[in-house]
């Protein structure tokens, strides 16, 4: 993979940003989760998802040189993160987390939190999230509930 470049992600990359997701999950996530709970997983969303990142400067992309992964942030967490199946593994999602987590402290966060999913508990844990609590996400639906995980980082 060539060197990762992080920017914030354009207006009209809606559509991309929504390819990634979905390739994200259905790639990386059926260890931990079944087929109704990833076939259910985007019930509901669908390119706006990604209006208030977009139009808050709140969503950065990875780019090798074409998008491979995103993060979004909110006042006090990462609201999403996900990288396309062959990038993961290549530190994008190192690089990616990287950024958000500065970006975060330069705004005087201390903490940062997120909800997890199952997948990506160890990677967050890699990088000093600890955990908080399982519970279940709002997405996917009252017929395939996504059980995630809530973590929290600490600035040294």
Same mark, same amino acid.
């Given at each position: 993979?060539?060197?990762i470049h992080i920017r914030l992600a ?16 259905e790639g990386l996530c059926a260890g ?53 199946p062959q990038a993961a593994g290549l *530190?994008?999602?190192? !690089?990616? $987390? ?6 975060? &402290? =330069? ?32 997405? *996917?639906?009252?017929? !395939?509930? $996504? ?6 980082? &600490? =600035?040294?």
């Open positions: 993979m060539q060197e354009a207006a009209d990359e809606a559509a991309k940003l929504l390819q990634i997701h979905h390739a994200s999950v931990q989760y079944n087929a109704d709970q990833i076939a259910h997983w985007f019930d509901g969303r669908d390119e706006t998802a990604y209006a208030q990142g977009l139009a808050q400067q709140r969503l950065w992309v990875a780019c090798a040189p074409e998008p491979v992964g995103f993060i979004e942030l909110d006042a006090y967490s990462i609201d999403k993160l996900f990288v396309l *530190g994008v999602g190192k !690089a990616l $987390l990287l950024h958000g987590l500065l970006a975060l &402290q =330069a705004e005087g966060r201390q903490t940062v939190d997120i909800e997890a999913t199952l997948t990506g508990v160890a990677f967050y844990q890699k990088h000093g999230f600890r955990i908080l609590e399982q519970t279940q996400s709002k997405h *996917g639906g009252a017929d !395939a509930p $996504l059980a995630v995980v809530k973590m929290q980082w &600490q =600035a040294a």
